[in-house]
């Protein structure tokens, strides 16, 4: 299972303690997580980053090949669905963490809409 956390400054998805391998094409220093959000949504091959903590550093990615938990990464998910309210990633399986985010959609159409 997995924990979200919507980011209030813009529609990015936070991934605590878990850290996304593969697919990195770009990074560069930041102060805080904030930054490789709004980097990744300026940028159409980004889908996704992770943010070494300790290291300031932002790893932006255009694929994912695993994951991994490690406390001191925060990895993020590129809002691109439901007008960006929702990260859509096809054949991916993120592993680590705690489920604690629910979705309330009116009915079953919806939420088959929005988790596949």
Same mark, same amino acid.
Do not use: W
């Given at each position: 299972?997995?924990?979200?956390?919507?980011?209030?400054?813009? *529609?990015?998805?936070?991934?605590?303690?878990?850290?996304?391998?593969?697919?990195?094409?770009? /990074?560069?220093?930041?102060? /805080?997580?904030? $930054?490789?959000?709004?980097?990744? %949504?300026?940028?159409?091959?980004?889908?996704?980053? &992770?943010?070494? /903590? /300790?290291?300031?550093?932002?790893?932006?990615?255009?694929?994912?090949? *695993?994951?991994? !938990?490690?406390?001191?990464? &925060?990895?993020?998910?590129? %809002?691109? =669905?439901?007008?960006?309210?929702?990260?859509?990633? !096809? *054949?991916?399986?993120?592993?680590?963490? =705690?489920?604690? #985010?629910? #979705?309330?959609?009116?009915?079953?159409?919806?939420?088959? $809409?929005?988790?596949?």
């Amino acid at each position: 299972m997995l924990t979200l956390i919507k980011a209030k400054s813009s *529609n990015c998805f936070y991934l605590p303690s878990i850290a996304l391998n593969g697919g990195t094409y770009d /990074e560069f220093n930041a102060p /805080e997580i904030k $930054q490789c959000c709004i980097a990744c %949504a300026r940028d159409p091959c980004c889908i996704a980053y &992770t943010f070494d /903590e /300790e290291n300031h550093c932002c790893f932006m990615k255009s694929a994912i090949s *695993n994951s991994f !938990k490690n406390t001191g990464m &925060t990895s993020g998910l590129k %809002a691109n =669905t439901h007008h960006g309210l929702g990260a859509f990633l !096809k *054949n991916i399986k993120i592993h680590g963490g =705690t489920a604690s #985010v629910k #979705v309330n959609l009116p009915n079953n159409e919806d939420c088959m $809409q929005y988790c596949t």
